[in-house]
DNA sequence: TTCATCATTATGTAGGACAAAATAAAAATA
DNA sequence: TATTTTTATTTTGTCCTACATAATGATGAA
């Protein structure tokens, strides 16, 4: 299949520089050895001398890794493996404006996936002190048509939603998607026109919360993002 | 509501050094000038004049945006604003070993919910040349029961199903969680012995999506991943 | 024994130097 | 004049040295 992206296919050409080796090295390293949260790497001159690099190029590989939460470092105790921060790597680069249409459409794909698939995880784990919380934000919601609140509801909304799963991640994750889930759908608003609504709303999606089973809300939330489906169809 | 998890509740104290002050101020100053895949980058001595630091440091901080993809550079031409990939970080910190055991629970989950929540854009996007494919693999899966095979063939089959939604970021990000989750099977494995397996098979699975419908199929697809639906009830 | 002081050590930051590559400018050739 | 070759320049990549800083351990004084 040809691809619509070709620098996706294609390697880039990367004119590896030493802090890319030592990076990967590093990474591997600590991979054979087991290394586990809370040890202790060795130096940086150690490092340096034996990869034979300098330990410039050695500060900016750890650099790096310290970005991603990988490792701590404070003077004179050394620096030690860290449990890295999972998404932190995801949240930096989470920018509507420099990431490529194809993959920022991937993305909203991805989120869709992700509200149908919330279902079951939601009756698992959801609690009447949720309910209570989803039924203030819907309450609230009601007579704002204004484009600013809609979309201030909406958020909270399925923010809370996420949030009901108890998967941190989940909802950090959520989170980083929202900007370009709104980017994506106002950049096709101006193209195509103000986006129609599902047929189910906020208020419908609670109330199968609160009586229905899994299958009747996946059904409503396929419904509530009907007009999203549509769109991806094209 | 008490968290099991202090260290994601409570903020680290962060003895933040001149590159992470520099790397934030660098990836602030990008987004307020709106700067393009393309647009060039002013010069790490000019920058460094600018932030009074060092040179050193500024190229900490480059070095970390460069390894995300963000920025690309060549002698003489200098720095230039690149696309990143949106899963380099990602791929990076994803290993079972280091992660904490809450994220891991997170990230099992979540594989889940993208599951469950797949039919939809698999029904608008599969092809009868997919379907053939699948076919293959199932047909190749047949009386393998050894635990080596059967894991091979279930990333295959998924895999398969991941690939079709055409969905490259999709797919990428599936194929990371796949150590997460085999970790996490595993593990559980020790404990409670091995798991069942699920009622429904790849092979109904695929029956499914040829005669059925998104909500058939997604059926399926809960009864196939019920195991692991029990355990995440408790 | 306890507290204060000092020495040590590893990271953090600064600055200078030069190599290498890519470009621009200048010179030489057809 | 047009084109190729050579030279100069510029910017990143790498190395080195030096010192500040903070945490630790050792030493010595009360």
Redesign the interface.
């Known amino acids: 299949m040809a691809?619509k992206?070709l620098?996706?296919d294609i390697e880039k050409i990367a004119?590896s520089t030493m802090?890319?080796v030592v990076?990967t090295r590093l990474?591997e390293y600590?991979?054979r050895k087991?290394?586990?949260?809370g040890d202790a790497l060795p130096k940086e001159l150690e490092l340096a001398e034996a990869l034979d690099v300098s330990r410039?190029v050695v500060?900016?590989?750890l650099?790096?890794l310290?970005?991603?939460?990988?490792i701590e470092s404070?003077k004179k105790r050394g620096m030690v493996?860290a449990?890295?921060?999972?998404?932190?790597?995801?949240e930096?680069?989470?920018?509507p404006?420099?990431?490529?249409q194809?993959?920022l459409q991937?993305?909203f794909?991805?989120r869709?996936?992700?509200?149908?698939?919330?279902?079951?995880?939601l009756y698992?784990r959801m609690t009447d002190k949720d309910l209570k919380e989803l039924e203030q934000i819907v309450g609230k919601e009601i007579n704002k048509v204004q484009k600013p609140f809609k979309v201030k509801y909406e958020i909270a909304f399925h923010g809370k939603l996420y949030q009901m799963?108890g998967?941190?991640?989940?909802m950090r994750?959520q989170n980083m998607l929202l900007p370009v889930f709104e980017y994506v759908v106002s950049e096709e608003a101006k193209i195509n026109g103000e986006a129609k609504v599902g047929k189910v709303t906020h208020r419908d999606l609670l109330e199968l919360l609160k009586t229905g089973g899994p299958?009747d809300f996946?059904?409503g939330m396929?419904e509530h993002l009907s007009p999203h489906?549509e769109r991806?169809?094209r």
């Not at 087991?34 to 949260?37: D, G, I, R, V």
């Open positions: 691809s992206n620098s996706k004119p802090a890319d990076e990474r600590l991979k087991a290394f586990k949260p410039n500060r900016e590989a650099s790096r310290r970005m991603l939460g990988m404070r493996l449990e890295p921060d999972i998404l932190g790597g995801f930096r680069v989470m920018d404006l420099i990431l490529d194809n993959t991937d993305l794909e991805l869709l996936v992700l509200e149908m698939g919330l279902a079951d995880v698992t799963t998967n941190e991640t989940f994750f299958e996946r059904q396929k489906f991806m169809k």
